[in-house]
């Protein structure tokens, strides 16, 4: 099962402001007929191809036995099975793989990052779907909603 990644405003104002000032600069550069506008040509269509790669190839995707993640050139695979904690949350997207600040945090007890941040687009039925998968966390979470921690 596939689940589109949320955008959140900060990083859509990125993505489009960078190719913008790239744009600037490729004007201003030919305006002042330097050869430097090449240079900035060439770096507009880099920051380009970077920010359609980032934006339409980003999934997160419910394999059979992991959470497959992939932002552009980046990408995870999170095992059910170390999967020991889920849940919502709000946080800037630093550095993990969120692109929005409405998060589901999903901890680890194995690994390098033992924390891992995405932002689907319906995090209610990404968190219910991938709790499915996740047998052994039914018992745990059934005991952190009978208390309030």
């Known amino acids: 099962m596939r689940f589109k990644v949320k955008k ?11 190719p913008l000032i790239f744009i600037a600069l490729a004007v201003i550069f030919y305006l002042e007929q330097t050869e430097d506008y090449m240079s900035a040509v060439i770096g507009l269509l880099t920051v380009v191809l970077v920010d359609l790669i980032f934006l339409f190839s980003s999934v997160y995707a419910l394999k059979e036995d992991y959470l ?11 095992y059910y099975e170390h999967i020991i904690a889920i849940e919502k949350d709000r946080m800037l997207p630093n550095n993990n793989f969120a692109m929005s600040m409405d998060v589901v945090k999903i901890t680890l007890n194995k690994g390098f990052m033992r924390m891992v941040a995405i932002s689907p687009e319906d995090r209610d039925v990404f968190i219910q779907e991938l709790k499915s998968r996740c047998n052994h966390l039914e018992s745990r979470t059934k005991i952190e909603e009978d208390f309030d921690w």
């Open 8 to 18: 959140g405003m900060l990083v859509k104002l990125v993505f489009l402001v960078i």
């Open 68 to 78: 497959y993640i992939r932002l552009g050139f980046i990408f995870k695979k999170v």
